[in-house]
Nanobody
Framework: QVQLVESGGGLVQAGGSLRLSCAAS????????MGWFRQAPGKEREFVAT????????FYADSVKGRFTISRDNAKNTVYLQMSGLKPEDTAVYYC????????????????WGQGTRVTVSS
């Protein structure tokens, strides 16, 4: 059974930093691209970042480029999202995703999801 468990969310002031983690189990982690999405209240789930199996290639939404960094540790079956320069508009539940079929920018293309971790950025 595939499990993705996010952690690291919380309340932070604007300009601050957080590091999210997503621990994966039940799947061959080092064979799957991984991604992060987020969903703000009343909005659709949106793409944040993704990286390839090796971690060498990364892609970001324009809204987070230069502020967020996605990385992975295949030995630990874990993917990370380092967030800095946080803004109130980054407030959302952040979801980890694994195994994409199709466009990695589309939530419907990803096959496995975690339960999410909430990030709140105060102004």
């Amino acid at each position: 059974q595939v499990q993705l468990v996010e952690s690291g969310g919380g309340l932070v002031q604007a300009g601050g930093s957080l590091r999210l983690s997503c621990a994966a189990s039940g799947l061959p982690f080092d064979r799957y691209p991984m991604g992060w999405f987020r969903q703000a209240p009343g909005k659709e789930r949106e793409f944040v970042a993704t990286l390839t199996v090796s971690g060498r290639d990364t892609f970001y939404a324009d809204s987070v480029k230069g502020r967020f960094t996605i990385s992975r540790d295949n030995a630990k079956n874990t993917v990370y999202l380092q967030m800095s320069g946080l803004k109130p508009e980054d407030t959302a539940v952040y979801y980890c995703a694994a195994d994409v079929d199709g466009s990695w920018k589309e939530a419907q293309s990803w096959n496995y999801w975690g339960q999410g971790t909430r990030v709140t950025v105060s102004s």
